[in-house]
């Protein structure tokens, strides 16, 4: 592991130093017409952040470049499953394969279904899952926190905590569901 992360910094540092000696064409060549659409841009994990077009254009190119060097090293690159993007977050998607977004997903729906006799989960409660397709990534959901009844939505806090290779991802997501509804969603 540390020999491809080694290989990585080397490879970025090589293409650094030699994008500059590039033509101005080379170098910003894919931006006009070239670009990534529909559901290509999916595979571009935690990239829609925003900012100056002058740093997403570097933004994409380095990028671009690091995925491209990340994948000849065999380092895995994930896309949130659409299905699951009610239940679980994309900083915690991009980092599961499919079958493990469904675990984490699953998980979700499992914490937030137990309650108490109101029908509410309850502070504290905990699901946790271990991959079916991956040695060494596990995860968990836990209710954090309930926020006051604003009337028409009951809402609470779920931590997703992910494990993979020893690290740890934790993200919060705030989760609502409407009167009559029986399942909670991810609200922004």
Known sequence: ??????????ALGALALGAGALPAQAQL????????????KASSCGKGKKGDKGRGIIGGMLGGAVDDLARSAGLPSFVPVPAFSDQITESIACKLDPEEQKQAAEATLEVTRT????GQPEVGASAQWTSASRENVTGRSTVTSRQAS????????VTDVVI???????AEKRMCRAPGSARYSIVA
Do not use: P
Request: charged share 25%.
């Open 115 to 118: 309650g108490t006799e109101t």
């Open 29 to 40: 060549g894919g931006l006009l017409g070239g670009g990534k659409r529909g559901a290509e």
């Open 1 to 10: 592991m540390a020999s491809r992360a080694s290989r990585l910094a080397l």
């Open 150 to 157: 604003s009337g028409s939505a009951d809402c609470i806090t």
């Open 164 to 170: 993979i290779e020893g690290e740890e991802t934790r």
